[in-house]
């Protein structure tokens, strides 16, 4: 049956641990199908939420799945599937058992719990470890375990706190983007919390940024990082070039703050003239993975930028001297301006 409404829906949701504000008045619509990455510093509420909805901490406000009012009942009854960091599999269980765990809490029939538990040890390509006990798996084997325990009931909407933040780069890269693939291909909705910025561009449909237990902006990646809520939320994504007040008031357009997208900029040495062109000197160099990072001393604007050079874009691909006199080219679209703080 088609589910009716959105797959999660939270209205004015509040945590509070004592004195302290965890989650203050957040609203967050999570439609059918849909990842949602929820990101923020530190301590800004990412997993309280989770918390929330799932029903593991007490909470103000309201929480609904697909029509269903989830804050009026008690967490083993609110049928949505949760993953975190820590795996927690059932040590008494198999391999195979554990994966099967959530399809007999359901009350699945006994063949499409083998079915299932099955396709899905085959999906997680540990078919071959369906009888082994779970202390003999390695901590990715494990993540996948909890991963196929928690879908394999084909929940509507699945919370998943850090799941793979305990892993090596490489395998965290792999498994969030096979986990991405597998929600799409089962229609499940998912909210996910990480710290990984770039985690979240590549697998979310939007982006969900929280800071001191408010949301400041939901948004799909590329409208994020083109066009952030706030001179703050640029920073958090990883802009460099942002000024506010007097610095801004010196750019061009003599915004309140600005933002200079250094992916539609160009820096190259020697002098000319093109739109939005000033005269900028190379300061120093870093290697970054890609090429080299630069920064330019900007006269006319009085202040640096910074600018990521490919080696293809630097004679003989090398980082210039410091002291290279050179252009920076920076056309009217490769600014954001913020003209009022609201």
Same mark, same amino acid.
């Given at each position: 049956?088609?589910?009716?409404?959105?797959?999660?829906?939270?209205?004015?949701?509040?945590?509070?641990?004592?004195?302290?504000?965890?989650?203050?008045?957040?609203?967050?619509?999570?439609?059918?199908?849909?990842?949602?990455?929820?990101?923020?510093?530190?301590?800004?509420?990412?997993?309280?939420?989770?918390?929330?909805?799932?029903?593991?901490?007490?909470?103000?406000?309201?929480?609904?799945?697909?029509? *269903?009012?989830?804050?009026?009942?008690?967490?083993?009854?609110?049928?949505?599937?949760?993953?975190?960091?820590?795996?927690?599999?059932?040590?008494?269980?198999?391999?195979?058992?554990?994966?099967?765990?959530?399809?007999?809490?359901?009350?699945?029939?006994?063949?499409?719990?083998?079915?299932?538990?099955?396709?899905?040890?085959?999906?997680?390509?540990?078919?071959?470890?369906?009888?082994?006990?779970?202390?003999?798996?390695?901590?990715?084997?494990?993540?996948?375990?909890?991963?196929?325990?928690?879908?394999?009931?084909?929940?509507?909407?699945?919370?998943?706190?850090?799941?793979?933040?305990?892993?090596?780069?490489?395998?965290?890269?792999?498994?969030?983007?096979?986990?991405?693939?597998?929600?799409?291909?089962?229609?499940?909705?998912?909210?996910?919390?990480?710290?990984?910025?770039?985690?979240?561009?590549?697998?979310?449909? *939007?982006?969900?940024?929280?800071?001191?237990?408010?949301?400041?902006?939901?948004?799909?990646?590329?409208?994020?990082?083109?066009?952030?809520?706030?001179?703050?939320?640029?920073?958090?994504?990883?802009?460099?070039?942002?000024?506010?007040?007097?610095?801004?008031?010196?750019?061009?357009?003599?915004?309140?703050?600005?933002?200079?997208?250094?992916?539609?900029?160009?820096?190259?040495?020697?002098?000319?003239?093109?739109?939005?062109?000033?005269?900028?000197?190379?300061?120093?160099?870093?290697?970054?993975?890609?090429?080299?990072?630069?920064?330019?001393?900007?006269?006319?604007?009085?202040?640096?930028?910074?600018?990521?050079?490919?080696?293809?874009?630097?004679?003989?691909?090398?980082?210039?001297?410091?002291?290279?006199?050179?252009?920076?080219?920076?056309?009217?679209?490769?600014?954001?301006?913020?003209?009022?703080?609201?």
């Amino acid at each position: 049956m088609a589910s009716v409404g959105p797959a999660l829906e939270i209205a004015r949701l509040g945590v509070r641990y004592g004195a302290t504000v965890a989650l203050a008045d957040v609203d967050l619509r999570v439609e059918a199908g849909e990842i949602v990455a929820l990101v923020g510093p530190s301590g800004c509420g990412k997993s309280s939420l989770l918390r929330a909805v799932a029903g593991l901490v007490p909470a103000t406000g309201e929480v609904r799945a697909t029509d *269903r009012a989830l804050h009026a009942l008690p967490a083993h009854r609110r049928g949505v599937g949760v993953v975190f960091q820590d795996h927690a599999l059932f040590p008494h269980l198999d391999v195979a058992g554990n994966v099967a765990f959530g399809l007999v809490e359901a009350r699945a029939a006994a063949e499409v719990r083998r079915e299932r538990t099955a396709a899905w040890l085959a999906r997680v390509g540990l078919a071959d470890r369906a009888g082994d006990d779970v202390d003999r798996l390695s901590g990715g084997e494990r993540q996948r375990i909890a991963l196929a325990r928690t879908l394999a009931p084909q929940p509507p909407l699945v919370l998943l706190d850090e799941p793979f933040a305990s892993l090596d780069p490489g395998l965290r890269t792999r498994l969030s983007l096979e986990v991405a693939g597998w929600l799409r291909e089962l229609g499940t909705a998912a909210l996910f919390v990480t710290h990984d910025l770039d985690e979240a561009l590549a697998i979310a449909d *939007r982006i969900a940024v929280l800071r001191a237990g408010r949301l400041v902006q939901v948004a799909a990646p590329h409208e994020l990082m083109a066009r952030p809520a706030d001179p703050w939320t640029a920073r958090f994504v990883g802009h460099e070039n942002v000024w506010e007040g007097d610095e801004a008031a010196r750019l061009p357009g003599a915004p309140t703050a600005a933002l200079l997208l250094a992916e539609r900029a160009r820096w190259r040495p020697g002098t000319g003239a093109a739109e939005g062109a000033v005269p900028a000197t190379h300061v120093a160099a870093s290697p970054v993975r890609d090429g080299w990072r630069l920064e330019l001393e900007v006269p006319a604007w009085g202040t640096r930028v910074r600018w990521t050079a490919r080696p293809r874009e630097l004679p003989g691909g090398d980082a210039p001297g410091a002291g290279t006199a050179g252009i920076l080219e920076a056309p009217d679209e490769a600014w954001f301006r913020w003209t009022g703080r609201g």
